[in-house]
């Protein structure tokens, strides 16, 4: 499936509908969290945008035993705060998991947020809190080079 930047648009509205306004910052898990990331929060008025450096896929399709972690913002930004972490994608759900597992171990309320939610691709217990859309195969997205 090959998104236009108006797909992508229309699902991220669906996406803040169903999300709702109570949060006090977007965390959004690069690299394909970053563009919905952003969208999301300006049609959610938050203004405060954190983010997770993430690698769990391989350029060549694979991926690392678990998700790989690299900057992540510190504990003071989290602690005590209602943060909406978002991504484009729940595939397997590791990276998701691994990242709402440091959210709230920092102290903070996370909730998880993607555009896309692959229930037959999942590897983890539990699902996304919200998603805009269920599929099965490639979703490309008109932010990612060569789409």
């Known amino acids: 499936m ?8 229309r699902l991220v509205a669906t996406l803040a509908d169903d999300v709702g306004r ?9 690299r394909g969290g970053l563009v919905p990331a952003g969208m999301l929060a ?13 690698v769990f896929y391989l350029a060549d399709g694979g991926t690392h035993a678990a998700p790989v972690i690299g900057h992540f ?5 989290l602690a005590g705060r209602r943060v909406l972490v978002v991504d484009e994608v729940w595939e397997t759900g590791e990276t998701m998991t691994e990242v709402l597992a440091r ?3 920092a102290g ?32 490309s997205y008109p932010y990612k080079a060569g789409a």
């Open 108 to 139: 903070g309320n996370a909730t998880s947020a993607v555009i896309h939610y692959k229930p037959s691709r999942s590897r983890v217990l539990g699902r996304p809190d919200h998603h805009a859309a269920v599929v099965d195969g490639w979703v």
């Open 73 to 77: 913002p510190d504990a003071s930004l």
């Open 22 to 30: 109570d949060h006090d910052v977007v965390l959004a898990i690069t």
């Open 2 to 9: 090959v998104l236009s930047w108006d797909d992508l648009d």
């Open 42 to 54: 300006y049609r959610l008025d938050l203004r405060e945008i954190l983010v997770a450096g993430a």
């Open 103 to 105: 959210v709230r171990a």
